[in-house]
Nanobody, 115 residues
Framework: QVQLMESGGGLVQPGGSLRLSCAAS????????MGWYRQAPGKPRELVAQ???????TYADSVKGRFTISRDNGNNTVYLQMNSLKSEDTAVYYC?????????WGQGTQVTVSS
């Protein structure tokens, strides 16, 4: 079993920045893929960004050039740096770990972009 604890969400003005953190129980070397998803009200959950154990990254088109995902193996943590935030980035953000064949999720952290 893997436990994930997200932090860093909050209220920010358009154009601002936030950094989300996801701390995992145990070494993240084991995990095949770590990522961030988000779900806005009335919309399906969508992939925001993910990083593989080989440090290959994937981003949703809507966040390319604004968001950066990174992993700190020493602290068993994956980060999502979010810059130039827009109102449409408002959602609950979830940390996800794929440790084949299993899938683990954090509890979610709210990000609200509003003036």
């Amino acid at each position: 079993q893997v436990q994930l604890m997200e932090s860093g969400g909050g209220l920010v003005q358009p154009g601002g920045s936030l950094r989300l953190s996801c701390a995992a129980s145990g070494s993240i070397f084991r995990f095949n893929i770590m990522g961030w998803y988000r779900q806005a009200p009335g919309k399906p959950r969508e992939l925001v960004a993910q990083v593989t154990s080989g440090d290959s990254t994937t981003y949703a088109d809507s966040v390319k050039g604004r968001f950066t995902i990174s992993r700190d193996n020493g602290n068993n943590t994956v980060y999502l740096q979010m810059n130039s935030l827009k109102s449409e980035d408002t959602a609950v953000y979830y940390c996800n770990v794929r440790w084949f064949p299993s899938d683990f999720w954090g509890q979610g952290t709210q990000v609200t972009v509003s003036s």
